[in-house]
């Protein structure tokens, strides 16, 4: 299958800072990447479709001010947590999706634990 | 709206047991994908099978089969001759056909724990 990545796998920082996640789809070009918020023991919800060379597209409750989500190539998008606190901590997970003739898939990155402290 | 249902928490089974998650959906799209997704404990999720709601054929996999019922919305998946490492939160997700309409809506998942 296809394969993402995502740097760092986990980072742990002070209240107040900001931290960048990068997502790279290593072996194709992805126009739309996704980027989901896990917490412990419960389903992936989705934040925010990140498309390539415009705005991202934000779920309802998630802040557009406090994510902010770059798509500046077809094979990178990042996401930087501005200002983060401790209710910010969780497992974040990006997606890209591969769209050719035969196939439409969402494949996704490793994920990056995030313990704001 | 789209909803995936996954009514099992947890399953617990001993090694060689054969294992059934259930997956029920509501759509109101006629044309739909379905998916089942691995994330063992190191977190990353990994794709196990996409379905697409015109084919209605059953799939296996080696271990891995899964029943399509779209009179029923259901995507079951069963894993036959469980391993130890089979023991992971499993998540059958649905998305719509259409170039424009494909979010992944999760269930909650079901973690499966095979013990030796």
């Known amino acids: 299958g296809a394969v993402v990545s995502q740097h760092p796998s986990w980072v742990i920082c002070k209240s107040g800072t900001s931290v960048k996640i990068e997502c790279r789809s290593l072996d194709f070009q992805a126009t739309t990447m996704f980027w989901y918020r896990q917490f412990p023991k419960q389903s992936l919800m989705l934040m925010a479709t990140?498309?390539?060379?415009?705005?991202?597209?934000?779920e309802q409750g998630v802040e557009k001010d406090k994510f902010l989500i770059n798509h500046a190539s077809l094979t990178l998008s990042t996401l930087t947590v501005t200002s983060a606190h401790p209710e910010d901590s969780s497992f974040y997970i990006c997606s890209a999706r591969l769209l050719t003739w035969r196939e439409e898939t969402q494949y996704f990155g490793p994920g990056t634990r995030l313990l704001v402290l | 709206a789209q909803k995936v249902t996954q009514a099992q928490t947890e399953i617990s089974v001993v090694e060689k047991e054969d294992v059934t998650l259930d997956c029920v959906y509501e759509?109101?799209?006629?044309?739909?994908?379905l998916f089942w997704y691995k994330q063992p404990p190191s977190g990353e999720l990994v794709f196990l099978i996409r379905r697409n709601s015109f084919d209605e054929q059953n799939e296996i996999s080696g271990r891995y089969s899964w029943n399509f019922q779209k009179s029923t919305s259901s995507f079951n998946f069963t894993i036959t001759a469980s391993q130890v490492v089979d023991s992971a939160v499993y998540f059958c997700a649905l998305s719509g056909f259409r170039s424009n309409d494909y979010k992944l809506s999760f269930g909650a998942g079901t973690t499966v724990t095979v013990r030796a």
């Open positions: 759509t109101r799209d006629t044309t739909y994908y």
């Open positions: 990140s498309n390539e060379g415009s705005k991202a597209t934000y």
